[in-house]
């Protein structure tokens, strides 16, 4: 891995819905100028990681940090450091593209005389210049998406996180959105990006990452695989068997009588 | 297959403790006390005869919707406090405790308003804000069945619970907020158009202090005990069927 | 920063919760003190002891008068006074002066001197006067729930007659005077125009505040006491010279004080338990069948988890 | 590094108004909501001018409640259509900030709605509804309305029925609020003397208080996940 030091730092992360373990003992180091791509299959985790790490819900035990600030003990602090882009929008469909992004830049109390100066950047950076004044409703997907992260970038992000970004894209429109994600990475912004789609995960990211049954399985250099052997490694790490010896969670028992 | 139980775990089973079995039987044996108090001990009321000893139940009836509901609000905080199920169960076994206390208080009432006032239901402000009072907590239930998440079914539990104390405080203030009502009170006067206030003599005040220990305290509390214990059965059979699950 | 915020966030739920629960003591207290001074005397007063007829009637005990009643008749008598009172419970269709008679053991033989029915506030009375040489008599009867309840007061002294008559309440006034001397027309003792001015008094008796009107009528001092109750005028007339306020207030505080009846209700008491006991059996039993079902499906689960 | 709390509750107020300002979405709803519910009311109620004065405070209080109902669903589920209520959850900002800014655009509109009723049931009633007390009353009457009801909206919006589930978890609650908003609209509308009838809006106050304590300090459970 990359000898700069970790930005997001994940301990013994476990994340337990009703009863069922999601994330079994998680540990993660992520550098300054990573782009992890998170891969996996349905149910192995990979949504509950990154909404544990954008603080949207709480984990059962463990630590997550970043930047130097603790989840869940700071958790404002820690949400001052993330954007997050999901496969909804997350805007206000009533609201013209500026309207929707000066929302946001007051609730992340981007400074007054910046504001519009980063709004105009951003969307510029984003494409959407020239429809800043419409109604977000009337966006395509691909728009909204691309608007959703000029919102993600607003607050200048120590780590930006990609929730299956190219969910009901076109392909036109991913790669749009590609060749944003990428220019935002060649900037030096640490991103994660969860998705199904294995080539374009090899095509942006610099580590790759998979994830099954609520355990990191395979965790390597993006150019340390092979151009056209993702798929292979892919297939062959979600049908690895689990370790015997890997670590159980472990957390306290409660200790209160069964009645 | 077993994973160690995080916290938000049920405990395993366990066959009913020596102190709920001592419990229920000192329950058992003061409900028979408390039926030969209102029965037999009591003497007659005068003008309204047999049927005002239904109020030895009717009375301490809400009382004991009261210590229930309240155990619910008391729930309701320590769980949002310390995310405890054991907290939530207390809640809901509070919930459905009161409840038919409070259908009893609410039915009992009914059945001794038919001859005293000569109809079975009356649209009096404290006779309303009863039945709201129980249609609230009906509400709480339907809530608590209409989320599938756990944790986020007992922290909307926990939080309505709360709030739903503000109909049982409704209730017990509605003669002051209108002074309309016919319901007679106990504690403190009537008010002037109150019908079927009856005086409290020696026996009536016995049998219904021994009432009000009975079903206002000692038959709520066992059988919220027995609520827990059913409620951590279930959450327990839970955890296994998804331990199998997810195995 | 987080974590502080909610710390004393929650200290104050609790806080206003414990405030909360405190509030129906505070306003029970208040309660209390609210209670005026009249209403705070009115609670001091003596309780009434009551005679509970196995008949389902309640009057209040006459305890200056002697009690001879037995579990389906009140009776009380003042040998002093030469008075009895009587109330009891018959048939719905017994004729009253037969059942009254009975009851007094005495016999009336006369025809009634005045009867007419009356509404009351708390139903239609039917009233029978008879003059029987030294006796006099004054029996009222009401039908109620198929049974006719009949009160009933006999006077044997020679010297005086005593009739409680009710009378309907027509005029406007707070006055009993118009009820008083149409009783005395009704009896057949003067008719109302020849009655000449009478004195005017205001007697306190247990049973009320009466206003006592005497006249003078040929010679014979005839006394009429009146209450207003409503709907109802309670009259008491006294012909001659003995004072008959110790009769009127007895006879009347049977009437006022609260002879009522309380009809056999039971089956709503065991309603009422019934409907108790089915709903914790119906909690009690879906605890057991939900503890039940939750056991068998634990040990579906065990075993399928050891398969 | 929290933004500011006022800065958040603003923030929200302001996004709310300008989208409604937008579309008009709530208003016309509720407004046409309560147009209808008090034209049936006196079509329904064939009354007298004395039937009228005890009726039209009930008639105005119930159609406010109900339309707030609609109103709350409606907000609610805007900010659940597009996940958007993750995106304020995401941002570094008190919870309670959050419910302060989304009750402050509940009140306001329903508050609204008020205004539209109340010379609206002048006209259609023949009685002058239009008094400062009135207006008291109604501002603090939907004051409490619009705290437990934005508090269980945001509950309810997370449930399988949710409309439905809003007015039978609500209606019970905001009960006390109805109850002595009614009767104050009544006594104040029928000329009663002051001293009658000024308990209740301190009532109304106080229970104003109570909620928004309560529902200020639970909101933080019901968001997060």
Not at chain 1, 240 to 258: G, L
Not at chain 2, 76 to 101: C, H, N, Q, S, T
Request: net charge negative; glycine share 6%.
């Amino acid at each position: 891995m990359s000898d700069t030091p970790a930005v997001l730092s994940i301990r013994e992360l476990v994340k337990i819905y009703d009863f069922i373990p999601v994330l079994r003992q998680l540990d993660l180091d992520v550098a300054q100028g990573d782009c992890v791509a998170l891969l996996g299959p349905n149910g192995s985790g990979k949504s509950t990681l990154l909404r544990l790490i954008a603080g949207l819900i709480k984990p059962s035990s463990g630590t997550i940090e970043i930047g130097g600030w603790q989840m869940p003990k700071e958790a404002a602090a820690v949400r001052a450091q993330i954007g997050m882009v999901s496969h909804q929008s997350l805007l206000y469909g009533n609201l013209t593209a500026r309207e929707n992004l000066v929302f946001f830049a007051r609730l992340y109390d981007v400074p007054k005389n910046e504001r519009d100066d980063r709004i105009a950047a951003l969307l510029e950076q984003v494409g959407l210049t020239k429809r800043a004044e419409s109604l977000v409703r009337t966006f395509s997907r691909g728009m909204q998406q691309r608007l959703s992260i000029a919102r993600a970038l607003l607050h200048s992000p120590h780590v930006l996180l990609f929730d299956e970004p190219y969910s009901g894209l076109d392909q036109d429109a991913a790669a749009m959105l590609d060749d944003i994600i990428r220019h935002t990475h060649q900037d030096g912004q640490t991103m994660m990006i969860s998705t199904h789609l294995l080539e374009r995960a090899q095509q942006v990211a610099t580590r790759v990452m998979i994830l099954n049954r609520g355990r990191v399985v395979l965790d390597k250099q993006a150019v340390a695989i092979a151009e056209h052997q993702l798929a292979s490694v892919y297939a062959q790490a979600i049908a690895d068997k689990i370790p015997s010896d890997a670590p159980q969670p472990r957390i306290e028992t409660s200790v209160e009588p069964a009645s | 297959m077993a994973q160690a139980k995080p916290k938000d775990f049920a405990q395993a089973p366990t066959p009913a403790p020596n102190l709920l079995r001592i419990l229920t039987l000192v329950t058992v044996i003061g409900v028979v006390i408390a039926l030969v108090f209102a029965l037999n001990i009591a003497g007659t009321d005068i003008e309204q005869g047999e049927v005002q000893r239904i109020f030895y139940v009717h009375m301490p009836a809400f009382f004991g919707a009261f210590l229930a509901f309240g155990a619910t609000v008391l729930g309701g905080i320590m769980y949002l406090w310390k995310r405890d199920p054991k907290w939530d169960r207390l809640a809901v076994a509070g919930v459905e405790v009161g409840f038919a206390f409070a259908m009893i208080n609410l039915i009992t009432g009914s059945i001794w308003a038919r001859p005293i006032w000569n109809t079975w239901w009356t649209w009096d402000p404290r006779l309303t804000s009863e039945a709201i009072m129980v249609l609230t907590y009906a509400a709480y239930m339907m809530l608590r069945a209409g989320i599938d998440n756990m944790d986020t079914r007992r922290r909307f539990a926990s939080v309505y619970g709360i709030l739903a104390f503000a109909t049982v405080l409704l209730t017990l203030f509605i003669i002051r907020f209108r002074e309309d009502t016919i319901h007679p009170t106990v504690v403190g006067n009537s008010p002037q158009n109150a019908q079927g206030t009856f005086a409290a003599s020696d026996g009536v005040v016995t049998a219904l202090m021994v009432g009000l220990v009975i079903w206002g305290l000692l038959v709520p509390v066992t059988l919220m005990w027995y609520r827990i214990r059913l409620e951590n059965m279930l959450d327990w059979v839970n955890r296994k069927k998804m331990e199998v699950l997810s195995a | 920063m987080k974590n502080r915020q909610f710390g004393w966030a929650k200290w104050l739920i609790i806080g206003g919760m414990l405030l909360l629960v405190a509030l129906p003591l505070y306003a029970q207290e208040d309660a209390a003190e609210g209670s005026s001074d009249a209403e705070m005397s009115e609670e001091e007063a003596p309780e009434i002891p009551f005679y509970s007829s196995a008949d389902g009637f309640n009057v209040p005990v006459l305890t200056t008068w002697v009690d001879e009643s037995d579990d389906k008749t009140a009776f009380f008598l003042n040998p002093d006074l030469q008075a009895r009172i009587v109330t009891t419970a018959t048939g719905e269709g017994d004729d009253p002066t037969e059942v009254a008679a009975e009851a007094l053991g005495a016999t009336i033989t006369s025809e009634p001197i005045f009867s007419n029915r009356v509404n009351t506030a708390d139903g239609t009375w039917e009233q029978r006067y008879y003059d029987e040489g030294n006796s006099n008599v004054s029996i009222l009867s009401k039908i109620e729930e198929g049974r006719r309840y009949v009160i009933a007061f006999i006077e044997d002294d020679p010297e005086v007659a005593v009739y409680m008559p009710l009378v309907d309440r027509t005029w406007e006034e707070d006055t009993t005077l118009p009820g008083i001397e149409q009783a005395i027309e009704s009896l057949g003792i003067a008719a109302i125009d020849e009655l000449p001015e009478p004195t005017i008094e205001t007697v306190s008796l247990p049973s009320g505040d009466w206003e006592s009107a005497t006249y003078d009528i040929d010679g014979t001092t005839v006394t009429g006491y009146g209450l207003n109750f409503g709907v109802t005028d309670y009259v008491a007339i006294a012909i001659g010279d003995a004072d008959a306020t110790q009769m009127v207030d007895a006879y009347n505080y049977t009437l006022l004080g609260g002879f009522f009846i309380t009809s056999d209700n039971t089956a709503y008491l065991y309603l009422g338990l019934a409907v108790t006991a089915a709903i914790f059996i119906v909690l009690l039993g879906s605890i057991w069948l939900r503890w039940r079902n939750a056991r068998r499906d634990l040990s579906t689960v065990e075993q399928l988890a050891s398969d | 590094m929290k933004t500011g709390f006022w800065q958040v509750t603003f923030a929200i107020l302001r996004k709310d108004m300008l989208a409604e300002i937008r579309s008009r979405e709530l208003l016309s709803v509720m407004g046409l909501f309560a147009l209808l519910s008090v034209l049936i009311f006196s079509f329904a109620l064939e009354m007298d001018r004395e039937a009228r004065e005890t009726a039209i405070s009930g008639v105005i209080w119930v159609t406010v409640a109900f339309a707030s109902i609609i109103g709350l669903n409606r907000s609610m589920s805007s900010e659940r259509e597009q996940g958007s209520f993750d995106a304020l959850l995401l941002a570094p900002v008190d919870r309670s900030a959050l419910f302060l800014g989304k009750f402050l655009g509940n009140f306001v509109v329903v508050l609204l709605v008020g205004l539209i009723l109340l010379p609206l049931g002048t006209l259609l009633y023949n009685i002058t509804l239009i008094t400062p007390w009135v207006l008291v009353i109604l501002v603090l009457g939907i004051f409490g309305i619009s705290t437990t009801g934005t508090l269980l909206a945001a509950m309810t919006a997370q449930t399988r029925a949710r409309d439905a589930l809003l007015s039978i978890a609500m209606l019970p609650i905001v009960l006390p609020v109805l109850l002595a908003s009614v009767r104050a609209t009544t006594s104040i509308i029928s000329g009663d003397p002051t001293d009658l009838w000024i308990s209740w809006p301190q009532i109304l106050l106080v229970m104003d208080v109570i909620y928004m304590v309560l529902c200020f300090f639970t909101f933080g459970f019901i968001i997060e996940e």
